[in-house]
């Protein structure tokens, strides 16, 4: 193979701050060229609301002109890297952040990048960590459990506020006359395909298995999406956007690149698009996932996924996100599971509590992980909740927030870093604990992600903690080479994306394993954690379990009655 | 009155970081001349030790020095204001931080002060706030409860590690070399009349009632302070530090200046010198302690003082530290409790986790207050437990620690900030809970202390929590003010403690007052924080109660097994 003239794919991933669009070379995964576009709206692309903390919106046309810088700039620099020319590039792949939906309108154009919703809130994409739709999400899962219907069963029994018909239900009832303007609510990893391929109008629009499975209730055993009964009796008229066609997985067709669009980041026309699907689960592709080995991408958030083929039945797992046909590789369930808060967490306590010793000079990532790696487990006394940006997994409950218990007059911030890791490295192995107790075995963790390559403070707190050997994706990149792979596999350059990911993948030499005398401590902190843990959730058998709760709805009434108006204040 | 000459009284007060020496007008309790001097060893006077935490000594050493400095600068100031002249000094009173008893020689020399001891952390003065006998606290308190005897009565039912034979036990125990040496052991607040006297020999030392009856279980109800079987049936030998001596109140003599002391300070000698107490108490008479009228003496703890007849019998508090006759005001019962962290609270907050926005320049209390003042009750989803130090008053209990709840990724540090302000006003408001519970009427509230005297957000926090009126006593200085009352006693300017009050004390013009709105949401509130406080203190009826003190235990044993040499740690 190595004779032949080598072709290409590119990976366009679309993350929570920015678009990344890399070109790979098919013989070996090799990235010859990346760029990446900031989103230009908001606050690091995030457009929020001082009033709401849960709302978290982003600008259609964010993506569109990310996109094609992106692209035209990773061409660009390809071009200097020869025998690269854009004629050999055979396929394209998306991932993107979800769940993330849009409203279009008839034409499939965002409603947000028309003139009259540009400043419109309710008509831009309601990002991942949008938590606007809290109650609509425990009104979905009420209805079907007491109805008895089915269709929580594969994502761990209580539904998201970050999930698809959540938000769309919260755009219903709050924005009306976006409502009436939509004729499509598309997740953006179905959208830019769309785009891309011209295949824009709500029906004509390819939707993606792993979307459609792990946030909008599909599944082929009732039938597809949710009836338009069940959805109707949530809010009239919700079922118009139910959508008929079949979800496909990702190794399959989205359309060929339209040539208007080619034009605008140089390449030709007609390349094939694979159908969309969510950066995590592209990325666990890129990262070699296969049975046995849990692929953690740790980013602002983590999505953990793993894979189990399908000839073995596997039981619902309660409180993980999805069991999904195909949703990472064809022939298998693809399993995902997740962690609200990582980097985010991380980078809340640089940003807000770090003192100028740390946040002085340079990386205060880096200080503060120098200092904290001198402690020794335990020895704080400090324990942490990792629950900042509420619970994905295994709880599924975005009304819980963060805590932190031992903290004494001497409590430094290095202290507290790292027991915030620590906290996350316990979510962590809760999930693993979880998927055992379920029969999906855990033999490895390969780490993708900045954090992964860069902060081995982490990755060895991980090991022992999770007491497993911690390995990392050998690119650093992995969400993109893993949308380039499936334009690869589209693009006819492997006969399957198994075949794609023995040529394109890989791990590090450098493994973390764990210390038995570390582990040892951090065993004795985890049953701490998981006494906090259920304690603080919903089902914990004592009057503190309700605690976050009271107190995020006083504050949601307080600050709600300070944003009215004061004659409604009054009233 | 106005028409005699003026008289002046000198009040000596050891603070936590530093001794103050005030020099007042006997007419009217104006001060006329102020001199600190903070003391050189260790970290702001505190000697501690980096493997304990629990670890809080000063260096007596810093006491003599510091009350020659700080007495000859005052009078050297006066000196200045006619018709000032030392001659005119009638009587001297000093306060000083306690339970901080120190052990010493057969002359009454501190061992600390010795050269064979100079660097032996267990011949120091074991600091209010030092907690290395926590094991032996809880010892005490079993061996109370079990053997029947009433000697916990008094002091809430519970002996604490920050208490005089708690320390005496843990010296025996771990110091033998410091306990052999040891004829005495004495609290600071008799250390230093004495020493002012030359009434320094063991047998020789006035002891005062307030550090007696509120520390080392001495009533008159059970003949004294614990009899010698209790004693000794904790540790053999420990009886051997009971005195004979009645103790006395404050407004009476404990002897007369040194002429060899006076000298090195610019007095004559034969000046009266009043009976030591501790700083909340006389800090409660200078801020006009009366039936009704609670004083909280606000520092890096919090005391809080409050007094009702001798004729009213009062029935045992549970939880509140003590409950003894005239140590506050003669013919009174003097009745204190405390927060073992507030002004310590939000300075570990301003100089560990105050990121550059707010510590960058000047003053980070003020910047961090203006941008919480901003703020609404209940805004922040936050709630924290006031327990970085541990619970004096109700639980009695220094293995606690401290907990914050609530945050999410967008928290920022005015808002803990302002949480942990919160946190200790719902703690001051569970104390007049308790008192008022017990009949002890809570009518007004004068706060004294820099806090109270700089920041306005605090106080009106209190008053928003604890639904009363917050007033402000007139004299920055009130400890110093009611040891120099005291000293204005028994040099004769007034017949008693109450006509000198009367003159020489006085509350600000300015009153925090509640405002409904504000003190119905901090209801809400506080009813979460007593939840929080049930659920962690030792009754509470889960699983949690156990997770602070777990966290702690495991601290330690990490901590020391680091610090065990290599071998031992192999061994």
Chains 1, 2 share one sequence.
Not at 108 to 118: C, H, K, N
Not at 346 to 369: V, Y
Not at 385 to 413: E, K, Y
């Amino acid at each position: 193979m190595s004779a032949d003239p080598p072709t290409y794919a590119i990976g366009v991933d679309y993350g929570t701050n920015s678009v990344r669009a890399v070109i790979v070379d098919n013989r070996n995964g090799s990235e010859i060229a990346t760029a990446i576009c900031p989103y230009p709206s908001g606050d690091d692309g995030i457009v929020t609301d001082p009033v709401d903390p849960n709302l978290a919106r982003q600008h259609p046309g964010d993506y569109i002109r990310g996109l094609q810088t992106a692209v035209a700039r990773a061409i660009e620099i390809a071009r200097k890297v020869p025998p690269f020319a854009p004629q050999r590039v055979v396929g394209i792949g998306v991932d993107t952040t979800g769940s993330t939906p849009l409203p279009i309108d008839r034409q499939g154009r965002a409603l947000g990048m028309l003139p009259e919703f540009r400043d419109n809130l309710a008509a831009q994409a309601w990002l991942w960590k949008d938590h606007t739709a809290h109650a609509e999400a425990e009104e979905i899962t009420d209805r079907a459990q007491r109805s008895g219907a089915p269709y929580l069963n594969k994502c761990g029994g209580a539904y998201s506020s970050e999930w698809y018909w959540a938000k769309l239900l919260h755009l219903l009832r709050t924005a009306p006359e976006v409502a009436e303007a939509a004729a499509g609510w598309v997740e953006l990893a179905d959208f830019v395909p769309a785009y891309l391929t011209g295949n824009t109008a709500p029906n004509r629009i390819v939707r993606g298995i792993c979307a459609a499975g792990h946030k909008a209730m599909y599944h082929s055993s009732w039938g597809g999406l949710p009836a338009a009964d069940f959805l109707d009796g949530l809010e009239p008229g919700l079922s118009r956007f139910r959508y008929e066609a079949k979800p496909l997985p990702a190794d399959q067709l989205a359309g060929h690149l339209l040539p208007e669009v080619a034009q605008t980041v140089g390449l030709p026309g007609g390349i094939p698009v694979a159908v969309g699907a969510f950066d995590a689960h592209m990325g666990a592709v890129g990262a070699g996932c296969r049975t046995g080995t849990l692929v953690k991408i740790i980013g602002t958030s983590t999505c953990d996924c793993i894979v189990a083929p399908l000839a073995h039945e596997i039981p619902d797992i309660p409180g993980v996100c999805g069991i999904v046909p195909e949703s990472v590789l064809p022939g298998m369930y693809g399993i995902e599971a997740g962690q609200s808060a990582v980097g985010d967490l991380f980078n809340w306590f640089t940003q807000q509590l770090t003192p100028p010793t740390f946040a002085g000079n340079g990386d205060t990532h880096a200080a503060l992980s120098a200092a904290a790696a001198d402690l020794a487990p335990g020895a704080s006394g400090l324990l942490a909740l990792d629950w900042n940006n509420g619970n994905r997994t295994v709880l599924v409950d975005a009304r819980l927030s963060g805590l932190l218990i031992g903290q004494t007059l001497q409590t430094t911030a290095p202290e507290i870093y790292r027991a915030l890791i620590e906290a996350t490295a316990f979510g962590a192995l809760t999930i693993i604990q979880r998927l055992e107790e379920y029969g999906v075995e855990v033999r490895e963790v390969v780490n993708c992600g900045g954090i992964a390559e860069k902060n081995p403070l982490v990755m060895q707190i991980y090991a022992d903690v999770c007491n497993r050997p911690m390995r990392i994706s050998r690119s650093p990149q992995t969400c993109a080479l893993g949308a380039a792979i499936f334009g690869a596999v589209v693009g006819g350059a492997h006969p399957s994306v198994e075949a794609a990911q023995a040529q394109m993948t890989g791990v590090k030499a450098e493994t973390f394993e764990p210390d038995p005398q570390r582990a040892a401590v951090y065993a004795e902190l985890f049953t701490l954690y998981r006494r906090l843990h259920d304690a603080f959730s919903a089902n914990g058998a004592n009057r503190v379990n309700s605690v976050m709760k009271e107190l995020l709805a006083l504050r949601d009434r307080v600050r709600h009655h300070a944003a009215a108006p004061a004659g409604a204040a009054h009233a």
